[in-house]
């Protein structure tokens, strides 16, 4: 009788458990009272998959415009159609977006309505790769995270386009045709949680001004960066993952001690043109230094701290190099021994 009595508990149990679960990825939109004013049609030209209520896949459809949006949806892919304008009138049900994803289409500056954007209060991540916009749209749903604009056309950036954007946490604008002219002192002003740049693929000839303070990753390759000024990495404190590969660096743009930096742990200066290695923080874990003009190595040039074969030297106090690259240059073999005594956690060199 117990034995029943406990199977039947066990089994009631499961069944809350599975029937509670469902309902909240069926319904974890909104609190449960608003359920009832939510239908669950799905557009024709679109998938609504059933196991995942939120979510509406438009991709790949041929679209030319973008259709009404249900209430109910938290997630958007409208990627890979040929859809030219952002109007107010698909949205105006669509107030839980969070995520829309509208790259490879055919968007223009001209094609988005004044506010149509601006207007998702709680959207998060807006994708708007492989579009032909030629400069940053604006306005903005302040509540962005994350915003992504590579492969366009985009030559210009509006004044305080990101001026309350204090939510963004990555900003990527790669592969676009930005000169050094596009990039003021308060371009980036407001971006507080910034956290990833990415710049790569432009036409700077300097190193952008005036990022925010809490930027971690910076990716500027391929450029034309010919100078990096001194102490420029003193305004952004926490920068931890840095890639200039692709510029015109020489010793001569390169301020003594610009890279010794604490913070930075990954330094990638490959393809430029560089004669020496420039110094490191003991921090530092990876360095790529490929494809330079670089002639020769030697620890006493490039190790950050006076170590020697017989010094003693706590864990904790090694210098942290752990990946080194230094193939496509003029540099011959054998690795010279005092790398080794200095960079004793070394786990990989390329020559």
């Known amino acids: ?129 492989d579009n032909e916009l030629e400069e940053v749209p604006a306005p903005l749903p302040t509540s962005l995270e994350q915003l992504r604009l590579a492969r366009n056309n985009i030559s210009r950036i509006p004044e305080g386009v990101f001026s309350n954007l204090e939510n963004l946490t990555l900003l990527d604008l790669h592969h676009n045709m930005l000169l050094d002219s596009a990039l003021q002192s308060d371009t980036f002003q407001g971006l507080s949680s910034l956290m990833q740049l990415n710049i790569a693929k432009n036409s700077l000839k300097k190193m952008p001004l005036s990022l ?28 931890t993952f840095l890639r200039l590969n692709y510029n015109k660096l020489s010793d001569d743009g390169i301020p003594p001690n610009v890279f010794n930096v604490s913070s930075i742990l990954d330094l990638q200066l490959s393809y430029n043109q560089l004669t020496k290695i420039p110094p490191i923080s003991a921090q530092l874990e990876h360095l790529h230094l490929d494809h330079n003009r670089i002639q020769n190595v030697s620890g006493t040039q490039i190790c950050p701290a006076s170590i020697s074969i017989e010094d003693y030297v706590p864990y904790n106090d090694f210098p942290r190099l752990r990946y080194l690259r230094l193939d496509g240059n003029d540099i011959q073999p054998p690795i010279p021994l005092d790398i080794m005594i200095c960079f004793r956690l070394l786990q990989a060199i390329v020559i």
């Open 212 to 239: 925010p303070a809490n930027t971690m990753q910076l990716f500027l390759d391929n450029n034309s960066i010919e100078v990096i000024p001194e102490n420029y990495f003193n305004a952004i404190p926490k920068v």
């Open 1 to 129: 009788m117990a034995v029943s009595i406990y199977s039947s508990l066990l089994l009631l149990f499961l069944t809350n458990t599975v029937w509670t679960r469902t309902v909240r990825q069926a319904y974890d939109v909104t609190d449960p009272e608003d359920w009832p004013y939510f239908t669950f049609e799905c557009p024709k030209e679109c998938f609504c998959p059933p196991g995942f209520p939120n979510a509406l896949y438009c991709d790949n459809k041929g679209l030319k415009e973008i259709p009404a949006i249900p209430a109910r949806i938290w997630y958007l892919y409208l990627q890979n159609n040929f859809i030219e304008t952002i109007s107010e009138k698909p949205f105006v049900n669509a107030t839980y977006l969070r995520w829309i994803n509208l790259n490879k289409n055919k968007i223009t500056n001209k094609g988005i309505e004044n506010g149509a954007l601006s207007k998702l209060k709680r959207l998060l991540y807006l994708f708007l790769e």
